[in-house]
């Protein structure tokens, strides 16, 4: 009774799952996802267990980061799932927009109501990682011979980011690694 009187007040069904040892509480409107909430921070992680090689940039990476965080102004999440580890208060939402002509799926990752990390993947048939690989070549970040490589794992001083193609062009994008790793150190694969 409760959920149908909040679904009617706000739109959103509200479910409990339990993944991984975790109980998780999901709050999404239309069908429930089908997807794992944890799934990009297990990709994640299993990436980074595999110690990419890091590409050190000069570039402002915050300028991207706000760029990101811009999309979510007057943005309703379509679906978020939370779950708590100790004092930790963690929220995985997804929001739905669009970057250029291209469909645009950002999720974003917080502790206690601050952001460490997104993940977006951009419908493009991976046209976004290919002109980012052609950056990274013309300014002599990487080699051409290294131009085959299917993830990119970048960093500056305050961000990093791990982009690749699956598909699609992906990045999980964070500007706290060490609230990256209290998160991933709770997530089992």
């Known amino acids: 009774m409760i959920n149908k009187i909040r679904r ?8 409990k799952i339990s993944k991984n040892g975790l109980e998780i509480k999901t709050s999404y409107k239309g069908k429930f996802p089908s997807s794992d909430p944890l799934a990009a921070l297990k990709d994640v992680k299993l990436k980074l267990d595999k110690s990419p090689i890091q590409l050190s940039v000069n570039s402002n990476m915050a300028v991207c980061w706000e760029e990101k965080i811009k ?13 708590k580890v100790g004092k930790n208060q963690y929220r995985i939402s997804r929001f739905v927009a669009k970057q250029n002509k291209s469909p645009l799926s950002l999720y974003t990752f917080s502790n206690n109501g ?10 493009d048939y991976g046209e976004q990682f290919k002109e980012i690989e052609n950056c990274l070549i013309s300014n002599g970040s990487i080699e051409q011979s290294a131009s085959n490589r299917s993830m990119l794992y970048i960093t500056n001083v305050q961000h990093s980011a791990l982009l690749d193609v699956f598909g699609h062009s992906q990045s999980f994008f964070w500007n706290d690694r060490d609230e990256l790793e209290k998160c991933l150190d709770v997530i089992k694969l």
């Open 71 to 83: 999309v979510l102004d007057g943005t309703l999440p379509t679906y978020s799932a939370k779950f």
């Open 114 to 123: 601050k952001i460490f990390a997104l993940f977006t993947r951009i419908y």
């Open 8 to 15: 009617a007040l706000t739109g959103y069904k509200v479910s």
